[in-house]
């Protein structure tokens, strides 16, 4: 299949940057039925990125198997937070970390004293363990901050959550690569797509040192809502939007 004839189908099949795809997967394999094989499950509707076997983010190359969440471009808003809110040497979470794209960009971007990642997903943590092998960080395989070490409680600097934020019967409504490839526990965040969100803010009240920093991504129209729940959990909330990265997220420190 040559390139143009490649653009084509991926155009056709409403891949939006066909051009950039393409050669994305040409660069992929030498091999021409390979290449025929990616087209037609990318054509079917397969993520990009699992077809691949990674994603970019932050300038790094994550490796993202079948079925974990894809990171996507706007979380570098809450990289770029962490990086302007944290002094030196933090110890640092990284909740809900999927792939752990988060928490190995936050290793570069932070040289932590200690840092962990945790999520729920058992497939998510196996491929967050491959990404940070080599990286000095815990990875965890639990319920937010349940399966970390006790005597964090009340030292982390700064926690750092990729939380699902999508109202339930929303999920049905998110295009088919995510809502049909991707796991469900890493996009529902319960009615009001806040449900996992505010049990991160009470329980990160607990586990920050006085001074410490949450971080996390929400929806523009949701942030009021969450802000009142970390002002209730004892936070001091602040919201900040990115235009150029579309992402909307919420900082919340812990007085003191």
């Known amino acids: 299949m040559d390139r143009s004839a ?27 039925l390979r290449l025929a094989e990616l087209t037609d499950r990318r054509v079917a509707g ?11 983010f932050c300038g790094l190359r994550i490796a993202v198997d079948a079925g974990v969440f894809v990171p996507r471009g706007r979380t570098a808003l809450l990289v770029e937070l962490a990086a302007e809110l944290t002094g030196p040497a933090p110890a640092v979470v990284d909740l809900c970390c999927g792939s752990g794209a988060t928490t190995v960009a936050l290793a570069r971007r932070l040289a932590p004293r200690w840092l962990a990642a945790a999520d729920i997903d058992p497939a998510a943590v196996v491929c967050a363990r491959r990404n940070l092998a080599g990286v ?5 395989e639990g319920d937010l901050f349940a399966p970390l070490p006790e005597h964090w409680r009340g030292r982390l600097d700064l926690v750092v959550a990729n939380a699902p934020y999508v109202p339930t019967d929303a999920v049905a409504l ?8 991707e796991a469900t526990v ?20 607990a586990w920050l040192a006085p001074g410490g920093h949450l971080i996390v991504e929400a929806g523009e129209s949701q942030v009021v809502d969450l802000c009142r729940s970390f002002e209730a959990a004892g936070l001091i909330p602040t919201v900040r939007v990115d235009e150029n990265l579309d992402a909307t997220a919420v900082t919340a420190r812990r007085p003191g």
Do not use: N
């Open 6 to 32: 490649l653009v084509g189908r991926l155009r056709a099949a409403g891949c939006v940057y066909a051009e950039d795809e393409a050669e994305l997967l040409i660069a992929a394999t030498d091999d021409p």
């Open 186 to 205: 890493a996009l529902d965040g319960g009615p009001d797509g806040l449900a996992v969100l505010r049990r991160v803010g009470v329980e990160a009240a």
């Open 174 to 181: 998110m295009p088919p690569e995510a809502r049909l490839h």
């Open 46 to 56: 397969e993520p990009l990125e699992y077809l691949l076997g990674w994603a970019e």
């Open 136 to 140: 000095a960080a815990e990875v965890y």
